[in-house]
């Protein structure tokens, strides 16, 4: 039975998680006796394989969470990005694309009013 390479990267990602979850616990002082010794309790009933297996579905469940922080995160930069230029361009009096596409559809929306007028006048 060969291992997978994607299950050992997520186990290995799964270890990180666990000693990023003790590290967090040490650093807020949770001190929770009672869960780790049933944890402590609950492991040892474990063989290595089950143990590996929790390691992959942990690095799964955590790469999938880091991979959402990290879109959430690359949209926030990204509109505050968008932001700040618009700020830069009308301060310098440029047009942004959101000034022409407002300008456009403005235009769009006079365009079917004159239409539908002339189109009144004719019927009358």
């Known amino acids: 039975m060969a291992l997978e390479i994607d299950k050992l990267g997520y186990a290995g ?65 990204t509109d505050k990005f968008r932001e700040r230029t618009n700020k830069v361009f009308s301060e310098m009096g440029l047009v942004t694309r959101e000034d022409i596409e407002e300008l456009e559809a403005k235009i769009a929306k006079l365009q079917r009013a004159i239409k539908k007028a002339t189109a009144t006048k004719k019927k009358s």
């Open 13 to 77: 990602i799964g270890l990180l998680a666990k000693m990023q979850d003790l590290i967090e616990d040490f650093i807020e002082g949770r001190d929770d006796e009672e869960v780790e010794e049933e944890a402590v309790e609950e492991n040892e009933d474990k063989n290595l394989k089950e143990k590996f297996e929790d390691l992959v579905e942990l690095g799964e469940e955590r790469y999938d969470e880091w991979l959402d922080k990290g879109k959430d995160e690359r949209e926030k930069v």
